[in-house]
């Protein structure tokens, strides 16, 4: 019984804290921008070269480390919190980016989710890697889904009430 | 009277839909890779090079434009839709990538802003290009920062129902 | 008569200093890894990891600049120098890739470059941008191509016989 | 004996085929560009873009990959003919960008190669990795080197006269 609930314990999943949405950080770094007069500097174009001086710093990371496990266990404690602010720099201008491009990410996400899902049917690619390096030719066409059904299917619970997201 | 309702409404701020959290994204992500037997391909290095692939991708749609404005209306309405896609799928391995290396990304975000915050406390800053690009250099020493101070301060506010935050 | 030279002068093409040879820098820097031992740290992927990073660090130089112009006006001294540096740095490590990939990477660039000017003959593609922005979309189908042939049409002589460098 | 000498061959070493300089790769993407009147849309930004692009192409071949080995054994002819076509592409926009910012590459390559010489004496660094991994931190400050004894030192002839490729 108890080495049950311990086992569960140790192979318990790990979630990031909830509370933030894209649409709450993106208000928290429009609010950032604003307070500082910065947005006169976030152009588009600005913010995708900063973006990718991020992403650049995030390789420099792993760049002599060789392979390296899930969680990190070749790093030290200092290197992960490293790794963690460089995510973060990355996803602070990538919602600039999107901000200020008037793209709305919520949705751009759940769509592309949902073109992934009918692309890759369970079914056909399950463990097969062969399928799965196609995966890269996957974003060609847009389309006009149907996000209803599409919010189904990726089993995206609405947070409520907080609902609407069309 | 009508005139300034319209501009007020012409101005309204440009939102993402809300009802998707980063961990509900990293939810979505690991169900769409558990379906599919996925997580024997999603390394930390394969996924940090399929984000970089993505990031290019970005960068290919925003190649020959020039200096492109707020909302993209240089961009065709074909174009936008790919700009989303590419920013979903930058996200996409990003989540990814923070949930197999098992850093917990809203705290490393919340945590990175309430040091932006520090850094760059906005009566110095406000408007000075100067202080602003020297922004690329503030992410060198890792901090243990009081994360509860840092909530307050950020004005984040854990969940439900969606208290607003400007 | 003067003033023509003069003008002349002034329109001379800028030209970068003869004298180092793609091969010749694969050699400065195997020898650079071979005296320091650093072969073991540089498999494929650390290399192209740290190519990424040097990218990103080439990107930052630009990030809060606006569009600039030929020749970079708007740069400091300094920063042109900073510039020229992180470029070296990006040939540096992507040189060192394709030796360690063995990719005979003079060969590599003279057959892309005659498929190059294959799909984009020079009577259909003059002065315009709608044919010049799929560029992006030239590199899809390796070919084997008749080498011989396509040095001849690039006007690349071999120098004989190949003076060492180090 | 014999064995020996087979052993030679065996382990000879990976070149790069000689003949083609930076400043003379620099003169076929000139003329390329000219010829097509594409000087227009080769702002820096939008080169720089490009280049970023062709990096996130040259990732992608390698992102589902695991550590691969020196050789790239694990790549298939075609994939590996595939990785000197993206390399190629990242050095031709990387030195279109350099001819269009008016770096002279081959100086920055000397100067930067003689910064890392200093900075990394042989002694101090043989086979040591955490040296090594410090490499990324070596790019701060620009330096007005002697060129000349840079020269001298890495065993950089000048070819004279300097053989024109237009």
Known sequence: MENQSNSKQNQQEHTFTEGLSFEGFRQIMKKFANDRDWNQYHTPRNLLLAFTGEVGELCELFQWKGEVSEGLPEFSEEEKIRV?????DCLAYLTRLADQCKIDLTQAILRKME??????????????????????????????ENQQNQQEQLNIQQQQPEQKIE
Chains 1, 2, 3, 4 share one sequence.
């Open 115 to 144: 073109m992934n899902a009918k692309k890759y049917p369970v079914e056909k690619c399950k463990g097969k890697s062969d399928k799965y390096t196609s995966y890269q030719e996957m974003k060609e066409q847009p389309q006009g």
């Open 84 to 88: 963690g602010e460089e995510m973060a």
